[in-house]
């Protein structure tokens, strides 16, 4: 990593995560990243551990008539984390908050069967698992995440991101077993602003990411 405390790309993320999580190598560990920026991550650590690659979906719930306004998020399982205060200030109706719930869940479990390609889900019950995405920044999607895992009862649960705000590492203690995140710098910004590369990720390139670490033999 660069002496300014930049991840070069998503797989210098991953590489520095992996180092930081080297102690659950060969342990029938399970990473699973959010898409799609979270899988690149997810990937390199999976590589350097040895470990089986999934991905959890999870879905931000826009505020009425301004849908890039995150008021929360939801994933395929049923996870949602909701930001109350928000949700107050902005007066938003029980009955919105249950329609864009069920139609980004909806459309989470849409995405996570296509990324897949039909292959059936990881088994989590028993096994130590990282949740990955590429940055924090409120927190919500990968707490809904987390919080969607937690339900199969996994034996250890671990968050890690490269970087992230301290107030949303914070909150995200309350879900998992251990948060993992090298970077958390004041004031924060935009995730991609500590990156030096922060491409688009695509969804055939999360779905080649999930087939090529199926096929590649173990340790590879």
């Known amino acids: 990593m660069r002496r300014d405390s930049m991840f070069r ?5 991953g590489d520095v995560l992996a180092k930081a999580l080297a102690r659950y190598r ?21 590589r350097q551990l040895e470990a089986e690659l999934d991905v959890v979906v999870a879905r931000k719930l826009g505020a009425p008539g301004q849908p890039e306004l995150a008021i929360g998020a939801v994933t395929a399982e049923g996870g949602r984390v909701l930001n109350e205060e928000m949700i107050s200030g902005l007066h938003v109706a029980d009955s919105y908050l249950e329609a864009v719930t069920r139609v980004q869940m909806a459309e989470a479990r849409h ?43 996994p034996t250890h649960l671990i968050a890690a ?8 590492c914070e909150a995200l203690a309350n879900e998992v077993d ?14 991609g602003l500590h990156y030096e590369h922060f491409e688009q990720v695509e969804d055939e390139q999360v779905r080649d990411l999930l087939e090529a670490t199926r096929s590649a033999p173990v340790g590879q």
Do not use: K, M, S, Y
């Open 26 to 46: 060969g342990r029938d560990t399970l990473v699973l990243g959010i898409p799609r920026g979270g899988v690149v991550v997810a990937a390199e650590i999976a």
């Open 178 to 191: 251990e948060v993992v995140c090298p970077l958390q710098p004041e004031p924060f910004g935009a995730v």
């Open 111 to 153: 995405r996570q069967t296509w990324l897949r390609n039909l292959r059936p889900a990881a088994a989590i019950a028993g096994r130590t698992v990282i949740v990955v995405d590429d940055g924090l920044a409120t927190g919500a999607t990968i707490q809904a995440a987390a919080r969607a895992v937690g339900q199969h009862a």
């Open 9 to 13: 790309d998503r797989i210098e993320a």
């Open 161 to 168: 991101v490269p970087v992230g705000t301290r107030d949303a």
